[in-house]
């Protein structure tokens, strides 16, 4: 049986909530920056920009079009720029306090663990915001990298930076392709956290080794106590 000797982290959606982040600053700019105060339009418009939005993968720029077509007669202080978004955002997102007890419980196991996230600079502004580059020294963000997951080179250079074998990695993320399918490539061991969700019913997907429904489960996939 092979021993698992460090963890590889997606970033959005698994070591934070990023949709939680999202619908608390829309929420938060729909009643104090556009001034709204029914709670079923605040609903009707949360639920509309939420299917834009697509988990973090749709055009933030269709957003706000969306909201500079519902409101065009907005208060003439109102921002409404992508600019915007991305400043304010950070302010929304956090760790959980499993999280926190998660990477604690890692450091004190003298277990070397990274991320490995698609997307542009703007993922170290998070990896900052959440004080992972004080915890970790392999962070890893496709841009930087010149390839995206699910691209071997990606998880290669990130298990390099451990300095463990590629089979005694668990790599853990939300996308079944990006993430699993990824790590799968490389020949990593993989745990997908479901938040809630089915597994995709698409016989391409080979499922994962282990399905968490929090982060925490990690533990108890490495046979750890919490303490």
């Known amino acids: 049986m092979v021993t698992i000797q460090a963890v590889l982290f997606d970033l959005d959606n698994t070591l934070y909530d990023r949709e939680e982040a999202f619908m608390a600053w829309a929420d938060d700019f729909l009643r104090h920056d556009l001034q709204m105060a029914d709670d079923s339009e605040i609903a009707e418009t949360l639920q509309s920009l939420r299917e834009l939005d697509a988990a973090g993968y749709g055009s933030k720029a269709a957003i706000f079009e ?128 479901s938040r809630g969700l089915p597994w995709p019913d698409d016989p391409t997907l080979r499922p994962p080794d282990y399905t968490l429904a929090t982060l925490s489960e990690v533990l108890d996939v490495l046979g750890a106590e919490p303490g």
């Open 66 to 193: 969306r909201l500079r077509y519902l409101f065009p007669n907005h208060p003439p202080a109102v921002d409404l720029t992508l600019a915007q978004f991305f400043s304010r955002f950070l302010t929304y997102i956090r760790l959980e306090p499993d999280t926190e007890q998660l990477l604690n419980r890692l450091q004190k196991l003298s277990m070397p663990f990274g991320v490995v996230t698609n997307g542009g600079p703007r993922q170290w502004d998070k990896l900052r915001k959440l004080g992972l580059h004080e915890v970790s020294g392999c962070l890893f963000v496709s841009h930087d990298q010149g390839v995206s997951k699910p691209n071997p080179r990606i998880f290669l250079a990130a298990a390099q930076c451990l300095a463990v074998p590629v089979e005694q990695i668990l790599f853990v993320g939300d996308n079944p392709v990006a993430d699993i399918g990824g790590a799968q490539r490389v020949g990593m061991i993989t745990a997908w956290m």
